[in-house]
């Protein structure tokens, strides 16, 4: 708003340079608070999400670790035979 301008007493003054200044009414207050605390809560809920992950998949590495090996084992004897193919 330009700085001449008048507004209620409970906003809250953001920023302001020589023509404008930003304000916030109380609504835009508690909604940013709320978006914080869900921030939050997103943030603890995605750790633990990650967490349970690495804990599942700490049990079958042994198994995946096969798995990569025997594919990375296929693609070795894939690439020979056609490059022997080639030839």
Request: a negative charge; glycine letters at 0%; aromatic letters at 8%.
């Amino acid at each position: 708003l330009p700085s001449n301008v008048r507004v209620p007493p409970n906003w809250v003054k953001v920023s302001s340079t020589m023509k404008l200044t930003r304000y916030h009414p109380p609504e835009v207050l508690a909604a940013l608070d709320e978006l914080a605390l869900a921030k939050e809560e997103l943030a603890v809920a995605c750790k633990a999400a990650w967490d349970n992950f690495l804990a599942q998949f700490e049990d079958h590495c042994a198994d995946f670790c096969a798995a990569v090996h025997a594919l990375a084992t296929l693609d070795c004897l894939y690439s020979l035979a056609a490059l022997s193919h080639k030839r």
